[in-house]
């Protein structure tokens, strides 16, 4: 039987690089119930014994403020774990105690990894380790993940600690009239089998008067138990006069009394290099060209190296449909393997170099820091369209997915402000979306497809600014408050963890192309081959009523069609584009049969509109209204032709 142990931390600990070198490709990722918030689990064998990971999303404490914070504790309350293994920064003890010091409360066994132990002996901070060991009396580990120091002393303690009895601190014991009270409250709950599993987590809800747990708490509760709880709640608040910080204040100060206790800091006039980074990234001359050049790059090595296993994917299928040509004889079955699985399928696995690679480049940005400084870079844009800096941080997520973009908006403070940010987030191209307009623009363009795409790229920026200035001028009008956000150190990425989160995302890609894609790609052939005597079949004749609505923008009936299979899933584009043109080498016939004009115009128009039914349907979700949702699908199709429109017809005079 396996143990299951829960990985906890704040964002920027190292959390998730520490279950990467603990399970390395032993995992999954798929998402927590009911929503599209990551879910990585894996598994890594001790001696044979094998035990169960979980990668819980990074919280600051155990008050939720963000569905990220509310899954971690509703996974910690409900699932029982044999173990929790608590990361901290070690460059940063103060900030990371904060949630260490509440976990005590949950009465799990608990192990703590101090990570970046490296970064914090660069900054002259030295810690007393067995001091640290005596206050907390639980194991801890001094390490950093990134140099794989301390993980097999951790693997070795993990294996000891396991269901052991709670440890807690001595700072929780002498003379401490907060946790005192908590015992007392505990002594009451623990006869409730609903809060015998955590009474002293359930405690510390009720004195902090938590609005999430304390009206259910109290309608469980008999009323000679309630009328004890009141008074001693009572007792805690005399004399205090912020109620509201009474526990934060406390925690806090805890954690300051522990860092005094267990560090020691040299200090330095030196700038440290973070700073020095720091003078020239988010300098207000040079921080914006800066960013630009850094994505230009980046389209640019995606092409370059995308381009390279792209083109020998392309010379595989061609050689496999070959030899389809020469052992099946004519009829449905050549047709349907050579044009709907080659022509179809195949096409959007050629995909995948661009895909991989420009995962690895934006997690190398993610990782190093740099991510979150393009928020703060951003944050007075923002303001100006009327959003909130935060804001930002959910369009940023919407160059990976839109899905978890939208969702991301449940952190921003006022209902106008996460509306407006959802409505904004269709125009941020996703990373299907960007991955089929660069595998087109290469096909179109040549060496110069990268400077296309980024074209494109600044232009959906431009977009997503002017639609934010409608929303906020026309429909909600709000001010937005200032954006207060940590800037993480900068430090160099390992190549193992962008490798391993750029596979789950390519094996990602692969369950779609096998499934929703594959699907789409069946009923587009099938669409398209029969009836016999009709060249194109039922979605030529489908394609041929509504193509004039688009002749104008000069799409011919395969690229019109395409459009509406992308509404599925962005990909489908290239699919429904391989199978309609009868399984005929898709670069070949893109580069014979389109004029550059027209196809810049049908990216553009690509880049713009509709967002996946996917996106659609948490749109609906997260607004509550079908208002909201038609109206940015009308207005993303309106705005799509008018553009598209406008563009052609100037790059036809001016070409």
């Given at each position: 039987?396996?143990?299951?142990?829960?990985?906890?931390?704040?964002?920027?600990?190292?959390?998730?690089?520490?279950?990467?070198?603990?399970?390395?490709?032993?995992?999954?990722?798929?998402?927590?119930?009911?929503?599209?918030?990551?879910?990585?689990?894996?598994?890594?064998?001790?001696?044979?014994?094998?035990?169960?990971?979980?990668?819980?999303?990074?919280?600051?404490?155990?008050?939720?403020?963000?569905?990220?914070?509310k899954i971690?504790?509703?996974?910690?309350?409900?699932?029982?774990?044999?173990?929790i293994?608590?990361i901290?920064?070690?460059?940063?003890?103060?900030?990371?105690l904060?949630?260490?010091?509440?976990?005590?409360?949950?009465?799990?066994?608990?192990i703590?990894?101090?990570?970046?132990?490296?970064?914090?002996?660069?900054?002259?901070?030295?810690?007393?380790?067995?001091?640290?060991?005596?206050?907390?009396?639980?194991?801890?580990?001094?390490?950093?993940?990134?140099?794989?120091?301390?993980?097999?002393?951790l693997?070795?303690?993990?294996?000891n600690?396991?269901?052991?009895?709670?440890?807690?601190?001595?700072?929780?014991?002498?003379?401490?009239?907060?946790?005192?009270?908590?015992?007392?409250?505990?002594?009451?709950?623990?006869k409730y089998?609903?809060?015998?599993?955590?009474?002293k987590?359930?405690?510390?809800?009720?004195?902090?008067?938590?609005k999430?747990?304390?009206p259910?708490?109290?309608?469980?509760?008999?009323?000679?138990?309630?009328?004890?709880?009141?008074?001693?709640?009572?007792?805690?608040?005399?004399?205090?006069?912020?109620?509201?910080?009474?526990?934060?204040?406390?925690?806090?100060?805890?954690?300051?009394?522990?860092?005094?206790?267990?560090?020691?800091?040299?200090?330095?006039?030196?700038k440290?290099?973070?700073?020095?980074?720091?003078?020239?990234?988010?300098?207000?001359?040079?921080?914006?060209?800066?960013?630009f050049?850094?994505?230009?790059?980046?389209?640019?090595?995606?092409?370059?190296l995308?381009?390279?296993?792209?083109?020998?994917?392309?010379?595989l299928?061609?050689?496999?449909s070959?030899?389809?040509?020469?052992?099946?004889?004519?009829?449905?079955?050549?047709?349907?393997?050579?044009?709907g699985?080659?022509?179809?399928?195949g096409?959007?696995?050629?995909?995948?170099?661009?895909?991989?690679?420009?995962?690895?480049?934006?997690?190398?940005?993610?990782?190093t820091g740099?991510?979150?400084?393009?928020v703060?870079?951003?944050?007075?844009?923002?303001?100006k369209?009327?959003?909130?800096?935060?804001?930002?941080?959910?369009?940023?997520?919407?160059f990976?997915?839109?899905v978890?973009?939208?969702?991301?908006?449940?952190?921003?403070?006022?209902?106008?402000?996460?509306?407006?940010?959802i409505?904004?987030?269709?125009?941020?191209?996703?990373?299907?979306?960007?991955?089929?307009l660069?595998?087109?623009?290469?096909?179109?363009?040549?060496?110069?497809?990268?400077?296309v795409?980024?074209?494109?790229?600044?232009?959906s920026i431009?977009f997503?600014?002017?639609?934010?200035f409608?929303?906020?001028?026309?429909?909600?009008?709000?001010?937005?408050?200032?954006?207060?956000?940590?800037?993480?150190?900068y430090?160099?990425?390992t190549?193992?963890?962008?490798?391993?989160?750029?596979?789950?995302?390519?094996?990602?890609?692969?369950?779609?192309?096998?499934?929703?894609?594959?699907?789409?790609?069946?009923?587009?052939?099938?669409?398209?081959?029969?009836?016999?005597?009709?060249?194109?079949?039922?979605?030529?004749?489908?394609?041929?009523?509504?193509?004039f609505?688009?002749?104008?923008l000069?799409?011919?009936?395969e690229?019109?069609?395409?459009l509406?299979?992308?509404?599925?899933?962005?990909?489908?584009?290239?699919?429904?584009?391989?199978?309609?043109?009868?399984?005929?080498q898709?670069?070949?016939?893109?580069?014979?049969?389109?004029?550059?004009?027209?196809?810049?115009?049908?990216?553009?128009?690509?880049?713009?509109?509709?967002?996946?039914?996917?996106?659609?349907?948490?749109?609906?979700?997260?607004?509550?209204?079908?208002?909201?949702?038609?109206?940015?699908?009308?207005?993303?199709?309106?705005?799509?032709?008018?553009?598209?429109?406008?563009?052609?017809?100037?790059?036809?005079?001016?070409?």
């Amino acid at each position: 039987m396996s143990e299951k142990i829960v990985i906890v931390g704040q964002p920027n600990s190292g959390k998730s690089s520490l279950f990467n070198s603990l399970t390395g490709l032993d995992q999954t990722v798929g998402n927590w119930p009911g929503v599209t918030v990551e879910k990585k689990e894996g598994f890594f064998f001790i001696d044979d014994k094998k035990f169960e990971v979980v990668d819980l999303p990074g919280c600051y404490g155990l008050t939720p403020t963000s569905i990220d914070e509310k899954i971690s504790l509703d996974y910690l309350l409900s699932s029982s774990p044999s173990l929790i293994v608590n990361i901290l920064d070690g460059s940063n003890l103060e900030r990371s105690l904060f949630l260490s010091l509440q976990l005590f409360f949950l009465d799990i066994p608990l192990i703590f990894f101090v990570n970046k132990m490296d970064v914090a002996r660069s900054k002259k901070i030295k810690i007393d380790f067995e001091k640290m060991k005596s206050i907390f009396s639980c194991d801890i580990v001094f390490g950093s993940v990134k140099n794989g120091e301390g993980v097999d002393e951790l693997k070795r303690l993990i294996k000891n600690n396991v269901n052991k009895k709670v440890c807690e601190t001595k700072y929780f014991k002498v003379s401490d009239k907060v946790y005192l009270h908590i015992e007392k409250l505990s002594e009451i709950l623990i006869k409730y089998k609903e809060f015998e599993k955590h009474p002293k987590f359930y405690s510390l809800k009720i004195i902090e008067n938590d609005k999430n747990f304390v009206p259910s708490i109290f309608k469980i509760l008999r009323e000679e138990d309630l009328s004890k709880i009141k008074s001693i709640v009572d007792e805690v608040y005399k004399n205090i006069k912020k109620i509201d910080f009474l526990t934060l204040d406390w925690f806090y100060s805890l954690s300051r009394g522990i860092v005094g206790e267990v560090t020691k800091k040299e200090f330095s006039d030196k700038k440290s290099l973070t700073e020095e980074v720091d003078n020239t990234l988010l300098n207000r001359f040079f921080s914006i060209p800066i960013f630009f050049i850094t994505f230009l790059f980046i389209f640019f090595i995606t092409f370059f190296l995308g381009d390279i296993f792209s083109n020998f994917l392309t010379f595989l299928f061609e050689k496999l449909s070959f030899l389809l040509t020469k052992v099946i004889k004519g009829g449905f079955l050549l047709s349907f393997l050579t044009e709907g699985i080659v022509g179809g399928v195949g096409s959007v696995i050629t995909l995948l170099p661009y895909i991989f690679f420009m995962y690895i480049f934006l997690g190398f940005l993610e990782d190093t820091g740099y991510m979150a400084r393009v928020v703060f870079i951003m944050d007075r844009f923002m303001h100006k369209i009327g959003l909130h800096g935060k804001s930002f941080i959910s369009l940023v997520l919407g160059f990976g997915c839109s899905v978890p973009a939208v969702l991301s908006t449940r952190v921003l403070d006022t209902p106008k402000d996460r509306i407006k940010t959802i409505l904004i987030i269709p125009f941020i191209p996703c990373s299907s979306r960007l991955t089929v307009l660069i595998f087109l623009g290469a096909i179109l363009f040549g060496k110069w497809s990268f400077l296309v795409i980024f074209s494109l790229f600044l232009l959906s920026i431009l977009f997503a600014i002017f639609s934010g200035f409608i929303i906020d001028r026309f429909i909600l009008k709000e001010k937005s408050e200032g954006l207060i956000m940590e800037l993480p150190d900068y430090h160099l990425p390992t190549l193992k963890n962008l490798l391993i989160n750029s596979y789950f995302k390519v094996k990602d890609f692969l369950k779609r192309a096998g499934s929703l894609i594959f699907i789409i790609t069946i009923i587009i052939f099938l669409l398209s081959y029969f009836p016999k005597d009709v060249e194109g079949g039922f979605i030529k004749i489908a394609g041929e009523k509504i193509d004039f609505l688009f002749k104008p923008l000069g799409f011919d009936v395969e690229r019109t069609v395409s459009l509406i299979t992308g509404f599925f899933a962005k990909e489908s584009v290239v699919s429904t584009l391989g199978v309609l043109y009868k399984g005929e080498q898709l670069e070949k016939v893109i580069a014979s049969r389109w004029n550059k004009v027209d196809g810049f115009v049908f990216l553009l128009f690509l880049m713009i509109y509709l967002p996946c039914i996917a996106t659609a349907v948490v749109i609906k979700q997260e607004t509550g209204s079908y208002l909201y949702l038609f109206g940015i699908v009308l207005y993303s199709i309106v705005f799509a032709y008018i553009i598209s429109f406008l563009v052609r017809y100037i790059l036809l005079l001016i070409i």
